[in-house]
């Protein structure tokens, strides 16, 4: 693509030099995945600061730099006020703007988007579409698995593989949206055709500061949902009427809504919820008729994926007894309320419970069913939302019989320092400090009776543990099938 061509459409850039006869290959944030012929954009982390590789990046095959400041190089630079915004937008461009040519369907919340995006993704597959899935286990592009390191990633990566699924014919992405990404300008860009939101509760503090700027930057997808028609298709935005924060949502929106809850009225009601040891039942009213629903997961946190998901698929087109069959058949996510299979008496729970909310959730969940104590083994990242740590061990307490704090990810901070944060302040005494997180796992599998469940909450799916700057292998299931046979 012709340099010139690529970048016209910014609308604050300066460059002095002559672009006419550049054409650009490639687009890279990263100097050292550069090839040949390349426009290298200077990105300012948080940790690194990406002007310092400009040099490097015209040895590499950077033909034009797009920089915030003056370069002394040797290529032409553009200068630009905000090159992360740049960058999305630029990607978009020489991408061909490729979300407009797929379904898009963005899922946000604090809590239930990798269950959501996942059951939405299942019922679009069963109705016979060809599907792609973006979040924080992995991306799957027709069945395809990639590795990915951000929940949502940058905007590079993003616009480059929906790229990748326009090339494979998929018809619908559905991907997860976190708030950082958002705030970030991750998918500035992006032509969603449904936004979903799960729900709010207190988490990332230590990036949003204020649940005021946290729930700002979830709105930030109902807004950029516009309000265009793309294509003869409508767009929805599909949002959690029980939640407190459902009227701001709905008022950020220009599009048409489809609400789903429990508790008040919605387009898609759960009523008649039973809470079972096996699953949950309930019966879904929505605006073409009730449909029975019995599914094999659990808790009340699942009556509202479950929703959420059928309300996304319904506003997706997709006929109710193709929703209700998936509904009733989705066995989860790894790492997602996810029994472990073994031959003893009582029960093991893995899930990537790690904020007081989902916490609360998934206890109160076992809470229903258990007939003996309840074990938890649980820890608070490192580098992460300090405020949060007193608030996960309160739950952890006041709903399990015995709890058990151990490292999740300390990442560059001391295991120690942030167990002692969780219990600054605790009054409860039924709890125990366990470090070492595979000792954890080990000790509250021994002390398990008959009947008891045991919770290993915080790392769900994730096979490594991130200790200084380490990664390290570990998986809680692996870990806790070890000493439980
Ligand atoms: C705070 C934050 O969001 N950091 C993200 C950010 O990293 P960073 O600002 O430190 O950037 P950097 O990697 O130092 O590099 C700056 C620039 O220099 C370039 N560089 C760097 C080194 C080099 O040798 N050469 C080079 O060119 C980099 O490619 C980049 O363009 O940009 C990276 C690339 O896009 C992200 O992977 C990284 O996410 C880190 C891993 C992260 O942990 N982010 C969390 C906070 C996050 O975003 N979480 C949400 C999920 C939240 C949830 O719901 O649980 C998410 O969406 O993942």
């Known amino acids: 693509m012709n340099a010139k061509e690529l970048i016209k459409n910014l609308p604050d850039y300066q460059c002095q030099q002559n672009l006419d006869m550049l054409n650009i290959k490639h687009i890279e944030m990263d100097h050292r995945l550069l090839k040949e012929n390349s426009l290298f954009v200077c990105i300012k982390g948080y940790t690194v600061d990406g002007h310092q590789f400009a040099e490097a990046a015209v040895e590499n095959g950077a033909t034009v730099i797009v920089a915030e400041k003056e370069l002394d190089v040797s290529v032409p630079v553009v200068i630009v006020p905000d090159t992360s915004r740049a960058l999305a937008h630029l990607a978009n461009n020489f991408y061909d703007h490729p979300s407009s040519k797929l379904k898009v369907i963005g899922v946000t919340g604090t809590n239930g988007k ?11 597959h069963y109705a016979k579409q060809k599907t792609a899935i973006i979040g924080t286990i992995q ?20 616009q480059k593989n929906l790229h990748q699924m326009v090339e494979k014919k998929i018809d619908v992405a559905t991907m997860e949206v976190s708030s950082h990404a958002l705030d970030l300008g991750r998918v500035h860009g992006v032509d969603f055709d449904i936004a979903v939101f799960t729900n709010l509760s207190q988490d990332h503090l230590d990036y949003h500061q204020t649940m005021e700027n946290y729930l700002f930057a979830k709105s930030l997808l109902f807004s950029q949902l516009g309000n265009t028609l793309k294509h003869e298709r409508p767009k ?4 959690n009427q029980d939640d407190e924060h459902a009227e701001f949502l709905n008022r950020v929106t220009a599009q048409p809504v489809l609400t789903y809850g429990v508790q008040n009225k919605a387009s898609f009601q759960a009523v ?19 449909v029975p629903i019995k599914s094999k997961l659990m808790g009340m946190f699942s009556v509202y994926n479950l929703l959420a998901a059928a309300t996304a698929a319904y506003a997706s087109g997709i006929e109710l007894d193709i929703i209700q069959h998936v509904l009733n058949n989705t066995t989860g996510v790894k790492g997602r309320f996810q029994p472990v299979e073994h031959k003893q008496d009582f029960g093991v729970i893995i899930d990537y419970a790690h904020t007081p909310d989902s916490l609360e959730n998934v206890l109160s969940t076992i809470k229903r ?34 709890a058990i704090f ?8 001391s295991s120690q320092a ?15 400090t366990i470090l070492d997180r595979e000792e954890a796992i080990k000790q509250a599998i021994e002390q398990a009776n008959d009947k008891d469940v045991v919770l290993i909450a915080g790392k769900g799916h994730e096979t490594y543990q991130i200790v200084g700057d380490k990664v390290l292998d570990f998986d809680d299931e692996q870990v806790a ?3 439980l046979n």
């Open 369 to 402: 069913f258990c007939a003996g104590n309840i074990r938890v083994v649980v820890g608070c990242g490192g580098d992460r939302d300090r405020r949060k740590r007193p608030l996960m061990a309160e739950v952890a307490c006041q709903y399990a019989d015995q």
């Open 406 to 413: 151990t490292s999740d990810n300390p990442r560059s901070e």
């Open 114 to 124: 990798t269950s959501v995006t996942n059951i939405i993704d299942e019922i679009h």
């Open 418 to 432: 942030i167990i002692d944060d969780m219990v600054e302040g605790l009054k409860h005494n039924n709890y125990q």
């Open 272 to 290: 008649n919820v039973e809470l079972m040891a096996n699953g949950v039942s309930f019966i879904m009213k929505t605006p073409k008729g009730n």
């Open 139 to 158: 991306m799957v592009i027709d069945g395809e698995s990639h590795p990915v390191k951000n929940t949502t990633p940058d905007s590079l990566f993003l």
């Open 236 to 239: 929805y935005a599909v949002i």
């Open 481 to 483: 099938i070890k000493y």
